[in-house]
Structure formats: structure tokens, C-alpha cells
């Protein structure tokens, strides 16, 4: 089984929301300086959290469990989305040009 049409354009929004917002997720981390080494790392994975919450949340909204297959694909897409991620991060900002950038990739 693959991750349906539905499920993975709501994986992308997922996505593009949490990268507009990726600045805020840095600040949360560095508030917890100097008991994590890094920042953006650590923002980061409170994104890839979210995400992968939302992720299992709309499977629970279909009574369905993600299989293994679905799970993988679903990494696969937040690690081509990770540069991106982390790249709101560090500019602070988020450029709407770069929107769908990571989708571009993963389907090819």
C-alpha cells in the first residue's frame, strides 16, 4: 500500500506549515540552551515530530495503520523536504519561492 494522493498533499502542507513557521520552532529550542548542543537540530526534530503526528493522524481519521511501506515513503518525503526545513531555520525567514521545491524532488 502507498501513501494515497490525499494523505501525501496533506503531508506536503504539513510541511510548507511547519517551514513558515520554522523560525518559531528555533526559538522554542534555543530556550533550551545549553542542555542541547544544537539548536537546529533540535528544532528540526520538533518539525519532524509534528509532521509525522499529522501523518499518523490522518491515518487514524481513515481507521487505518500505516504499513511499513507507508512509513518509509512518508521519510522519504520529510527527508527531501529536510533541506528546506532546515534552511527556514537559519534564514529566519521562509521564501515562498522555494514552496514546493522538495515535492519537485520527490517526484521525480
Known amino acids: 500500500m502507498a501513501i494515497s494522493k490525499n494523505t501525501r ?15 518559531s520552532y528555533k526559538q522554542i529550542a534555543e530556550e533550551y540552551v545549553p542542555e542541547v548542543e544544537s539548536v537546529a537540530d533540535t528544532a528540526f ?30 521519510n ?8 528546506l526545513i532546515k534552511k527556514a531555520m537559519v534564514e529566519d525567514s521562509y521564501n515562498p519561492e522555494l514552496r514546493g521545491l522538495g515535492k ?3 517526484n521525480q
Not at 76 to 83: G, N, Q, S, V
Open 9 to 23: 498533499d496533506f503531508i506536503d502542507s504539513l510541511i510548507d506549515y511547519y517551514i513558515s513557521e520554522a523560525p
Open 45 to 74: 526534530g520538533y518539525i519532524a515530530g509534528c509532521v509525522y503526528s499529522g501523518f499518523l493522524q490522518a491515518y487514524k481519521n481513515m481507521q487505518q495503520t500505516p504499513s511499513l511501506e507507508d512509513i518509509q515513503e512518508f
Open 76 to 83: 522519504k518525503i520529510l527527508k527531501d523536504r529536510a533541506p
Open 104 to 106: 519537485k524532488r520527490v
